[in-house]
Structures are given as C-alpha cells and as structure tokens.
Antibody, heavy 121, light 105 residues
C-alpha cells in the first residue's frame, strides 16, 4: 500500500530554521503531486502548497507564499517543507498528503502520519 | 478563494442513527468535492471524492450526494468507530480549501 512516512516531532526556538520531510513508498513518487497541510491546535485543515516531484513545479497557497519552501528529492522519494525563520505561530501539526497525477488542485488519497512542530522560546 | 461552509459544527447521535453533514460552496465547483474523516490524534483519511465516489476500503454506510453547490455526507447507520471530525474539501481550482469540520459524537 502507498505509504508516506514523515520525520519526527521538532521543538525549536523563534528565529530558527527547520526542514521536515516526507518519504513516499510503494508508488511512483514522480507521478503524483505531493502537498503539505497545516493543522493548528484544535483547528481545521489548510493546504499550504504542493509540488510535482518530476519537474519540481511548485504551487503555494496565498497565505503561505514566501513563508515556507517546498522541495523534493526524487533520488530518495522525499518531499520537504522548510522554514528559514520560525515564529511561534508556526506551531502546528503538519501533514504531507498525496495529490493527483495531473492537477495541482486535487483531493488527497494518502496522508503521512504528521509532524508536530513546536516553536517556543 | 472558494469558501466551504459546513454544518452543523457538531452533532451528537446514537448508534444506528442516520447522520447528515452538509457542505456548501461559495460558488460552483461541479462535483470536485472530497470528504475526509479525522480521528483524534490521527491523520485524516479520504472517505469520498467526486462528491459521491467511495474510496477503496471505506464502509458502504458512508455516502455522498450533491445538489448545486450543496453537498451532503450521509452515514446511514452510525457506528461507534465513526466518532470523529469530518471535513469537506473542494478541488475545483487552486487554492483547494477545506470546510471548518463537523464533530460527530
């Protein structure tokens, strides 16, 4: 079955940088969009952005443009979500999710287990 | 951006009850709508896509329907394991957006 395995929880200080990962397996990693979804404590779900690993075509949702960087390494079937300078408001659970094969706007049929990011001084 | 409005925000029901959750889009999205289930402390899982197509492995008591810009998720006979929060999401165009969620207890 398709698996997306995310890196472990992180505790960081404001202003620090962070890169979390999501490794896909049991499917053609380069053939599907893969995106990141934020869930703040006790809140709903927000798509942050999505990448097509085959050509690194990346789309950011307006609220997250310039705030994060999404990338992928096809040699190890891994997608990344990166911050250059964390803020306390970045504290949340982050999920990676597999999108569709053609459109950058799709439903997510498989999800990673989530990476909890805590930013606190 | 297309706004997705779910109702109710929470519902309390008994085992065996029929439960309906509605999601309304702020504009036409055809049938580009998915439903997800999220249990506490877990990642969401896909239940339905294209408004009414059941994802593989999802019990048949879950169904979806559409009428214009209103979409309904129905649980025909509520089971204990269905206690969760349910989210709709449109994918008609970028950015895809989620509803705010409905907690089923």
């Amino acid at each position: 079955e398709v698996q997306l395995v995310q890196s472990g929880a992180e505790v960081k200080k404001p202003g620090e940088s962070l890169k979390i990962s999501c490794r896909g397996s049991t499917y053609s990693f380069t053939s599907y969009w893969i995106g990141w979804v934020r869930q703040m404590p006790g809140k709903g779900l927000e798509w942050m952005g999505i990448i097509y690993p085959a050509d690194s075509d990346t789309r950011y949702m307006p609220s997250f443009q310039g705030q994060v960087t999404i990338s992928a390494d096809t040699s190890i079937n891994t997608a990344y979500l990166q911050w250059n300078s964390l803020k306390a408001s970045d504290s949340a659970m982050y999920y990676c999710a597999r999108g569709g094969t053609y459109s950058s706007s799709s439903y997510a049929d498989f999800w990673g287990q989530g990476t909890l990011v805590i930013v606190s001084s | 951006d297309i706004q997705m409005t779910q109702s109710p925000s929470s519902v309390s029901a008994s085992i065996g009850d029929r439960v309906n959750i509605t999601c309304r889009a702020s504009e036409v999205i055809d049938k580009a709508l998915a439903w997800y289930q999220q249990k506490p402390g877990k990642a969401p899982t896909l239940l339905l896509y294209t408004a009414s197509r059941l994802q593989s492995g999802v019990p048949s008591r879950f169904s979806g329907s559409a009428s214009g810009t209103a979409f309904t998720l129905t649980i025909s006979s509520l089971q204990p394991e269905d206690s969760a929060t349910y989210f709709c999401q449109h994918y008609y165009h970028t950015p895809p957006t989620f509803g705010q969620g409905t907690k089923v207890e």
